[in-house]
């Protein structure tokens, strides 16, 4: 297996903004003049740009669902089994796609604020609540929000994977 194939296997993301730059590079130099190089270093700029949304999306629903959790105990009655199970496939979902690219760990954790406060306020929404009643700074950590353990009273040991 080539260096390039293993960065493939390793971390999908920066394979992607790898090849891109080099098919760039390949292109200015006019290697293989047929081929449209910079659409194609495009498109798959482009497939490493739908994980980045990907990770933005799962983690806004991730943390609404959190929110609602912690911060309105009298829904849960009502809501627990949708909440647990939206919270554990959020988590298994954007844990699977950081380990399949590393490199969008740093990534995830540069939006956490402000994909917090489109969250806050679609919370709100949710529980038909003002958005005062979340407090105005994330309440936890991108670690604590994918730790299948947090918070304790959400999942029970036997529950934990």
Not at 69 to 88: N, Q
Not at 92 to 106: F, G, M, N, V, Y
């Amino acid at each position: 297996m080539d260096r390039s194939s293993a960065a493939y296997d390793e971390d999908f993301y920066a394979w992607t903004q790898a090849q891109a730059q080099e098919l760039r590079r390949a292109g200015a130099e006019r290697n293989n003049a047929p081929v449209d190089w910079e659409n194609v270093a495009e498109e798959i700029e482009c497939m490493g740009r739908s994980q980045k949304s990907e990770i933005d999306s799962r983690l806004t629903v991730l943390i609404v669902h959190l929110l609602k959790w912690l911060f309105c105990p009298d829904l849960r009655e009502r809501c627990e089994r949708g909440w647990r199970l939206t919270i554990r496939e959020q988590r298994e979902k954007l844990i699977d796609e950081i380990a399949a690219s590393p490199s969008l760990r740093p990534f995830c954790e540069s939006i956490c604020d402000k994909v917090y406060r489109r969250a806050r306020l679609r919370a709100a929404v949710e529980a038909d609540v003002p958005d005062g009643h979340f407090p105005v700074e994330l309440p936890f950590t991108l670690d604590q929000a994918l730790d299948p353990a947090y918070p304790a009273e959400l999942f029970p040991p036997e529950w934990r994977v």
